[in-house]
């Protein structure tokens, strides 16, 4: 059996494209180049995006105007060149016995042209639309109806996507589908064997392998089509899960990592005389989790999740005195300069008389500096080093790092993750922090080879922050307001936005804002801070500290404030343009308030005019402050493609299937594969044979591999 399976795969499926007949070595190479069609396989693997039902050719006079898509067929009986320039445009018209529409071309006229003629019989499919209460349909798709083909034709035809290049060559979308058909023809159920577990296959009731492949491309009715899809869909998701699961049971059983095996003095110095509050039974199940993991000999590679405010920065520390009690260096990225510099402020204070050195590097350390710092870090000096991206250039030198901390995981790309790794000999423990929560359905895809934590729970006495939309008209109360709250002691932060395309109308549209608020908040009476992008680094800090310290009582910035910040004073956050965020963005600026225990206030400002997703966003915040819900919800509005930090990391190119639409599949998929692994961890039992060896023919040639 495992024989037949390794021949089956390197089958005929591997053979260059232009070996198909009807392809050739030109073909061959254009549809490499547009569209990575370089095997049979990747043909096989190009699916249609629709099918026209060849069995539902309407008659001309059953066409209204409540038609959107129809097929009709007739006969062709004159084209005619009208109007000029711009509004040039071909004009035919086609007949059937019933009546006539106008087919309309505004490009490709030349072409169109010539190839159109008169008099002869065509299938037309294309959108109607009516045009002085005559039905039209323009840049319809057209095919000369052959009569002795015409009887064959009695089924649902694939349309691919296909380019204007290809398109140009004779290769149109359904062009392609001759070519598949070409290779359905060399095709046998051997040639596509079914890989999953039979048991698999029998519970969830999944169409076989081979059909699913042949009733997408050519489905013999709408419902084998769907099953078709819903089966390969399945595969997709099983096999992209599987991938990950075996990273993450390969590092279980088969990484070495550095081994923290006592809790000492250190940390129990810091936890029975420093902290400075009771840990939440989340922050508590976590540590739990942590010192598992960095105890049990394997590298821990933990994602912990956790809404904004939650106290994720105390769980890292303590993390990191275990690891220093065990003779380690730490390390603790931030995705910015602020963040950076806040989080070693606030550890330095909260570990003040403890024996741990911290030290700062970031792009911005001078250079004597740096040099002290890198060597005192080679030396084992250094116990904890905080920083930002400059932490994994090559030459910053651990003398024995165990462990790594990356905070605001969304702004790292996987790759970078992998850099850290490096930085040791023994594999040191990586935690990783988000920022916002993102979905289940995301972490299980774009991180599905880490392990995973979620601390849902949020230290005692906070009062959720409450907040409200007001339009710009509203603005002088809106400013009312902040004055009420700072004459109760209280600051606020007023956020612009970043607008992505122009930085000088970032700056020029900040400086009006500050000019305005100013106008508000007259000096001497009230000070304010303002950061922005373009301010040296002392300009910023400066700024900064004097917000902190309570110098200035009001923050105007743009959104490099967004991460981390913690000023527990602060209780008013108001977002101008709020309707040119994004849903995590605004929760995460909402989070720069109501950390200290007094009740916070969020005032989302926006003009009158608004989307319908931006209407959408705002009630969403208006309705609740619970990170994971939200992160649900811009999954939903935005696609995932959208969700910072997925991007980059390119996992989530499936396909067929969407994290969005097809969650259940996503879920089913994820525990099928996690019962696999714990029954079969290798995949040599005689049921996942199949499945083993199609996981080795395809080792190398996903992204998958370029994880690990
Ligand atoms: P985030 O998870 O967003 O990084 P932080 O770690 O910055 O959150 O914590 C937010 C605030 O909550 C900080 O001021 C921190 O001191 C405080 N905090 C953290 N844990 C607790 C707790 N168990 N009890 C009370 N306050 C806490
Ligand atoms: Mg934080």
């Not at 003398?399 to 702004?411: F, P, S, T, V």
């Not at 603005?475 to 000088?504: H, N, T």
């Not at 714990?678 to 199609?694: G, M, P, R, T, W």
Request: net charge positive; aromatic share 8%; proline share 4%.
């Amino acid at each position: 059996m495992y024989k037949t399976s390794i021949t089956t795969f390197s089958s005929i499926l591997s053979n260059p494209i232009e070996y198909l007949k009807g392809v050739g070595p030109q073909r061959g190479d254009m549809l490499r180049k547009e569209l990575a069609i370089f095997t049979f396989n990747d043909l096989l693997n190009h699916f249609p995006y629709r099918h026209i039902d060849k069995t539902q050719v309407l008659k001309i006079k059953d066409i209204t105007p409540q038609t959107e898509f129809v097929q009709i067929a007739g006969r062709l009986s004159e084209t005619s060149l009208m109007g000029e320039k711009k509004g040039k445009r071909l004009v035919a018209s086609l007949e059937d016995e019933t009546g006539d529409v106008e087919l309309v071309w505004f490009q490709g006229i030349n072409w169109v042209q010539k190839i159109l003629k008169e008099g002869e019989r065509y299938l037309v499919y294309g959108r109607v639309s009516f045009f002085m209460g005559r039905a039209q349909i323009t840049h319809p798709e057209i095919e000369l109806i052959d009569a002795n083909e015409a009887k064959g034709k009695n089924f649902l035809e694939p349309v691919y996507p296909t380019t204007e290049k290809l398109k140009a060559r004779g290769l149109s979308g359904r062009a392609i589908g001759k070519l598949s058909i070409k290779l359905f023809e060399l095709l046998s159920e051997k040639d596509i064997p079914e890989i999953l577990p039979a048991s698999i296959i029998e519970k969830y009731r999944l169409l076989n392998r081979y059909l699913s492949y042949r009733q997408i491309h050519f489905p013999e009715n709408n419902e084998l089509y769907l099953q078709a899809v819903r089966r390969l869909k399945f595969e997709e998701l099983f096999l992209s899960q599987l991938r990950l699961g075996m990273l993450r049971s390969e590092r279980h059983h088969f990484s070495r990592g550095v081994i923290f095996e006592k809790v000492g003095n250190t940390f129990n110095e810091f936890y029975n005389h420093h902290l400075p509050f009771q840990l939440t039974n989340a922050q508590k199940r976590v540590l739990k989790e942590i010192r598992k993991d960095t105890g049990s000999g394997r590298q821990m590679n933990r994602l912990l999740q956790g809404d904004v405010g939650s106290g994720k920065t105390i769980v890292a520390l303590l993390a990191m005195l275990l690891a220093i009690d065990n003779g380690y260096q730490c390390c603790m990225m931030a995705p910015t300069e602020i963040l950076a510099q806040q989080h070693y402020q606030s550890i330095s204070e909260l570990i003040k008389g403890l024996p741990v050195n911290v030290k700062l590097l970031t792009g911005s350390s001078k250079s004597a500096e740096r040099k002290k710092t890198l060597m005192q870090l080679a030396e084992g000096e250094i116990n904890i080093l905080i920083g930002t991206h400059a932490l994994i250039e090559e030459e910053v030198k651990f003398k024995n790092l165990g462990l790594a901390i990356i905070d605001e995981q969304h702004r790292f790309g996987v790759e970078q993750r992998s850099r850290l790794w490096k930085k040791n000999e023994v594999l040191p423990h990586v935690l990783v922090m988000t920022a916002t929560p993102i979905p289940r359905t995301l972490a299980m895809t774009a991180y599905g080879d880490l392990d995973y934590s979620v601390m849902d729970e949020m230290p005692p006495g906070r009062k959720p922050v409450k907040t409200v939309h007001r339009f710009d008209r509203n603005r002088p109360q809106v400013m009312d307001f902040i004055k009420e709250e700072i004459a109760k002691g209280r600051q606020a932060y007023i956020i612009f936005p970043l607008i992505e395309e122009s930085e000088k109308l970032n700056y020029e549209n900040l400086m009006k804002g500050y000019e305005e608020v100013k106008a508000f908040f007259p000096e001497p009476k009230y000070w304010i801070s303002m950061v922005h992008g373009k301010q040296t680094q002392q300009v910023k800090d400066e700024n900064m500290r004097r917000f902190v310290t309570g110098d200035t009582q009001i923050m105007v910035s743009t959104t490099v404030i967004e991460v981390g910040v913690n000023v527990p004073n602060a209780s008013v956050m108001v977002i101008e343009s709020a309707e040119k965020f994004g849903l995590s963005q605004l929760h995460q600026l909402r989070g720069r308030v109501g950390r200290g225990s007094e009740q916070s206030f969020c005032i989302l400002l926006t003009g009158s005019k608004l989307t319908n997703d931006a209407r959408e966003r705002l009630k969403i915040m208006t309705a609740t402050n619970n990170g994971f819900e939200i992160a649900e919800k811009d999954l939903e509005l935005r696609g995932p493609g959208e969700i910072e930090g997925t991007k980059q990391s390119g996992v989530l190119n499936f396909k067929l299937a969407s994290v969005v639409a097809d969650k259940p599949i996503l879920e089913v998929a994820r525990n099928e594969v996690e019962r696999l692994l714990e029954e079969d961890q290798e995949i040599s039992s005689a049921e996942n044979l199949l499945l083993k060896s199609y996981l080795l023919s395809q080792k190398g040639k996903t992204v998958w591999s370029k994880i690990s």
